[in-house]
């Protein structure tokens, strides 16, 4: 449902992609960490159709390399700042891409979907006519998460689903994350730096190190894998095979 074959992407002289290949079977849910600067974002982009491989290929929703425009029908994602427009009410910033080209929904019914995902993330109908800029930031992930399920796409994307939430907020985003993907029967795709996201929203783990999938397995083996770079990254230990500045 989501893979890559043998995925290059470099910037001039800087190769950041060497050689990514994975397969997410439909239905399973992958965490995928990694170091700062490692790549996560451009294989992202790679896999969104917004940068283009160097070589290699990649396949979403059966679509090989596929352009942002024709994924869009496919695809729900979640940004790490939530990304709303502040110009536009809370229920049109869910319901955005369901109004616009063919068979799109007229407004009433776009509010009565909105109203409908609202609810599924704990947001009351009231929330609907906010402005983003009058919601905290919990409530704007809870919100960009009712966009990204809103057309119930079979395949969803979270980036760093947690970032810039407090600990108990970041819970509840992680338990809801789990429960709708799981509801949807969705295949999705996270990328995170917080433990207690691949514990709580991961059937499977791959760490992207030196331009690969270093390390790939399950939940389980990710937490007592003995493996060095693994366990560097998963205790958060300064020293080990990872180089750090301080
Ligand atoms: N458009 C671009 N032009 C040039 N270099 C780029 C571009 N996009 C990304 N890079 C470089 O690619 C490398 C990987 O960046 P990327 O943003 O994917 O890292 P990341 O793993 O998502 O990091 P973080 O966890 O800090 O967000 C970085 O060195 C970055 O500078």
């Known amino acids: ?6 995925l290059f992407k470099g910037f001039g002289p800087k190769q950041v992609l060497r050689g990514v290949s994975f397969d997410v079977p439909k239905g399973e849910s992958l965490v995928v960490i990694g170091g700062s600067g490692t790549g996560k974002s451009v294989l992202l982009k790679c ?8 070589s290699g290929s990649v396949e979403v929703a059966g679509l090989r390399n596929p352009r942002p425009q024709v994924l ?3 695809v729900g994602m979640l940004f ?3 990304a709303l427009f502040d110009s536009i009410p809370v229920w049109q910033n869910i319901a955005f891409r369901l109004m616009r080209g063919p068979g799109r929904l007229r407004a009433p019914e776009a509010k009565a979907l909105a109203i409908e995902k609202l609810a599924r993330v704990g947001l009351d109908k009231a929330t609907a006519d906010l402005f983003p ?3 905290s930031g919990g409530m704007q992930k809870r919100v960009g998460l009712a966009r990204a399920i809103a057309g119930d796409p079979p ?12 600990p108990i907020m970041s819970a509840v985003i992680n338990a809801l994350i789990r429960e709708i993907v799981t509801e949807m029967g969705a295949t999705a795709l996270t990328i995170t730096h917080d433990m207690r996201t691949l514990r709580d929203v991961a059937d499977r783990v791959a760490m992207l190190h030196e331009g690969r999938f270093y390390w790939q397995g399950t939940t389980d083996e990710a937490l007592t894998t003995d493996d060095p770079v693994m366990r560097q990254f998963t205790e958060g230990r300064t020293t080990g095979p990872i180089p750090t500045l301080r």
Not at 1 to 6: T, W, Y
Not at 48 to 53: M, S, V
């Open 72 to 74: 869009a029908a496919q």
């Open 133 to 135: 800029a009058e919601l």
């Open 47 to 54: 896999l969104l159709g917004l940068e283009r491989p160097d």
């Open 155 to 166: 395949v969803l994307f979270f980036d760093e689903p947690t970032a810039g939430l407090d």
């Open 1 to 6: 449902m989501i893979s890559a074959d043998n």
């Open 80 to 82: 790490q700042g939530a």
